[in-house]
């Protein structure tokens, strides 16, 4: 440990469970209108921004969430130009989504311009390309409000939130996943952070049984990042017009060679392999779409 560390800050997303960052530094400590704010300095993860008590990301290893949450369904549909991004202040997913050159426009909707400014402050090794892109467009909005008054529509739309406390709880409905349908073109994919199962059995299950409530075709895939502590990371998927079981690992190799993306984590074989749940994950997944 770090002879530099001055304090500690816990993780406190589990009330039974306890992870806690050695902070050689605290960057920035601050409640906003929204939530508590921490972002710290650790030898080990980098940079770590937590919001009310719960790890947002760490700059060693934010690559694995951002890559598998952008690259997995825009490698499966094949011809996304529009994103449509709810949360994810941070901009890394942002940045993740924009390298891929045929996308026309990635719009962006964060709740708290703090995490927006102190992200682009100190979290700029992460998202520094994103604010000179000229197709991304930053909207200070509640997500779930925004989307419910919005014409335009989407190929994709990624929801990069909070767990489902306070305002975010809007953005694991089933009357937001109507509003997001709603928005999608006809080959259209939603992405949903859906927490992590061993955790958060309750959380994933209602995710999972709303998005079957609305679409065709609900799954989810699986991550696994060494800052979210209990295990596996959910990511839900839903679409009325693609089943990623139907996409084969020669499509996805494919248009993954075309984009020529030079990743950490994600690569073909994982993608297909996340789709694959331990039956722990599978029995409350099944259980969860047959109660919609």
Same mark, same amino acid.
């Given at each position: 440990m770090s002879e530099r560390m001055s304090e500690v800050v816990h993780d406190t997303l589990d009330p039974t469970v306890r992870l806690s960052y050695g902070a050689d530094e605290i960057l920035v400590r601050t409640t906003t209108p929204y939530q508590d704010v921490v972002l710290l300095d650790n030898e080990r993860f980098g940079r770590v921004l937590l919001l009310d008590g719960a790890t947002q990301l760490t700059t060693a290893d934010e690559f694995i969430y951002h890559e598998m949450l952008a690259h997995v369904p825009i490698f499966s549909h094949g011809d996304v130009r529009d994103v449509l991004i709810i949360g994810g202040g941070d901009c890394g997913l942002a940045e993740e989504v924009l390298k891929h050159k045929d996308i026309r426009r990635v719009?962006?909707?964060?709740?708290?311009?703090? *995490?927006?400014? =102190? #992200?682009r402050r100190y979290l700029d090794e992460i998202n520094a390309g994103v604010f000179a892109d000229e197709r991304f467009q930053l909207n200070i909005h509640d997500g779930a409000t925004f989307i419910d008054g919005?014409?335009?529509? &989407?190929?994709? *739309?990624?929801?990069d939130s909070t767990d489902p406390v306070g305002?975010?709880?809007?953005? &694991?409905?089933a009357q937001f996943y109507k509003n997001v349908r709603r928005c999608l073109r006809m080959r259209g994919i939603l992405v949903v952070q859906a927490g992590v199962p061993f955790l958060q059995p309750e959380d994933f299950s209602s995710a999972m049984r709303n998005l079957a409530s609305v679409f065709r075709y609900p799954s989810c895939y699986l991550l696994a990042?060494?800052?979210?502590?209990?295990g596996h990371l959910a990511l839900g998927w839903a679409s009325d017009s693609i089943s990623p079981?139907?996409? #084969? =690992?020669?499509v996805i190799k494919a248009r993954h060679a075309k984009a020529n993306l030079k990743l950490r984590y994600y690569t073909p074989e994982v993608d297909r392999a996340a789709f694959a749940l331990p039956g722990y994950i599978n029995d409350l997944f099944t259980e969860a779409i047959e109660r919609r």
């Open positions: 719009v962006q909707v964060e709740l708290d311009p703090c *995490v927006v400014d =102190l #992200s919005m014409a335009e529509r &989407f190929d994709l *739309v990624l929801v305002d975010a709880c809007k953005l &694991f409905s990042s060494p800052s979210y502590v209990g079981a139907a996409v #084969s =690992l020669d």
